[in-house]
């Protein structure tokens, strides 16, 4: 999709709609605002053009590490904050970091990045944590990176090629499988795995270039018997999964999102291409 497909109403991607969900997509192409009532995908359109590598929201903000600085979406304006491209961004205790160029840092913000002009800095500091490079995902106290999992004062954790991670089980997604903490890092399961995510309702899934796998409901611990692989209606590679309180959102690097609210997928195609990651920071489960 280009430009020139998305009409003026589509771009004032902001506006709150009665009875509807706002996921966001990071994409190669912008931050993609999509329309989700119950099951049903609705309109969607670029609330910031760019490439976009990950998106986290907190509080009714959007943290997007783009191309050219990681932006704080308040409405519809997303500010520079003056920290340079990043791969990866993410909240803990309402406090916002970012991880590029070898370190992963917090933003100690300075009056409220929603007064200004689009252009000006959302006003506030970046202080290094602690330096690491190829991160991959900040999720709460986190961090997924080449070298493993790390807490964000920059203790090591354990595991190798760390793709994502679920702190609150905790469940990580390597380069050689699908991990849990146990007696130490346990095996769920082998493969290449890109991505994880679980709810406190004991809902989780994770995914690899081939499969999308989801804890089967009941089970006891996330051990190698409580995965099943999901049957999905569209074929991709699935790059990240949400959840609301009664539906599970996901979307696959083609640019196709799809939801499940209990009566099977749904789903509908983007036409964006690279797509990355997924946020719904409406919801609150």
């Given at each position: 999709?280009?430009?020139?497909?998305?009409?003026?109403?589509?771009?004032?991607?902001?506006?709150?709609?009665?009875?509807?969900?706002?996921?966001?997509?990071?994409t190669?192409?912008g931050l993609?605002?999509?329309?989700?009532?119950?099951?049903?995908?609705?309109e969607?359109?670029?609330?910031?053009?760019?490439?976009v590598?990950?998106?986290a929201?907190?509080?009714?903000?959007?943290?997007?590490?783009?191309?050219?600085?990681?932006?704080?979406g308040?409405?519809?304006?997303?500010?520079?904050?003056g920290?340079?491209?990043?791969?990866?961004?993410?909240?803990?205790?309402?406090?916002?970091?970012?991880a590029?160029?070898?370190?992963?840092?917090?933003?100690?913000?300075?009056g409220?990045?929603?007064?200004?002009?689009?252009?000006?800095?959302?006003?506030?500091?970046w202080?290094?944590?602690?330096?690491?490079?190829?991160?991959?995902a900040?999720?709460?106290?986190?961090?997924?990176?080449?070298?493993g999992?790390?807490r964000?004062?920059?203790?090591?954790?354990?595991?190798?090629?760390?793709?994502?991670?679920?702190?609150?089980?905790?469940?990580?997604a390597t380069?050689?499988?699908?991990?849990?903490?146990?007696?130490?890092?346990?095996?769920?399961?082998?493969?290449?795995?890109?991505?994880?995510?679980?709810?406190?309702?004991?809902?989780?899934?994770?995914?690899?270039p081939?499969?999308?796998y989801?804890?089967?409901p009941?089970?006891?611990?996330?051990?190698?018997?409580?995965?099943v692989?999901?049957?999905?209606?569209v074929?991709?590679?699935?790059?990240?999964?949400?959840?609301?309180?009664?539906?599970?959102?996901?979307?696959?690097?083609?640019?196709?999102?799809l939801?499940?609210?209990?009566?099977?997928?749904?789903?509908r195609?983007l036409?964006?291409?690279?797509?990355?990651?997924?946020?719904v920071?409406?919801v609150?489960?």
């Amino acid at each position: 999709m280009s430009d020139d497909d998305i009409s003026i109403d589509e771009k004032r991607v902001y506006g709150a709609k009665t009875g509807t969900t706002a996921a966001f997509v990071a994409t190669g192409a912008g931050l993609a605002r999509v329309e989700i009532s119950g099951d049903l995908v609705g309109e969607f359109g670029l609330a910031h053009r760019g490439g976009v590598h990950d998106v986290a929201g907190h509080d009714g903000r959007l943290a997007v590490a783009a191309d050219d600085d990681v932006r704080l979406g308040i409405g519809d304006i997303f500010r520079p904050t003056g920290f340079g491209t990043a791969t990866a961004v993410g909240w803990h205790d309402g406090t916002l970091h970012a991880a590029g160029d070898g370190r992963v840092a917090r933003f100690d913000p300075d009056g409220d990045p929603a007064v200004g002009d689009l252009d000006d800095p959302a006003p506030g500091t970046w202080t290094t944590a602690f330096e690491v490079g190829d991160v991959r995902a900040i999720v709460d106290d986190t961090v997924a990176a080449a070298d493993g999992l790390f807490r964000l004062d920059g203790g090591h954790i354990g595991l190798a090629d760390a793709r994502d991670v679920a702190p609150s089980v905790p469940l990580a997604a390597t380069g050689d499988g699908l991990y849990y903490l146990g007696n130490g890092w346990m095996d769920a399961l082998p493969g290449d795995f890109r991505a994880v995510v679980a709810a406190p309702d004991g809902r989780a899934h994770a995914a690899t270039p081939d499969a999308l796998y989801a804890r089967a409901p009941g089970s006891d611990g996330y051990g190698p018997e409580a995965w099943v692989e999901v049957d999905l209606p569209v074929t991709g590679h699935v790059v990240d999964v949400a959840y609301g309180p009664e539906a599970t959102y996901a979307v696959t690097a083609e640019g196709t999102v799809l939801v499940n609210a209990g009566d099977g997928w749904r789903d509908r195609s983007l036409g964006l291409p690279d797509a990355r990651r997924l946020a719904v920071p409406g919801v609150t489960l």
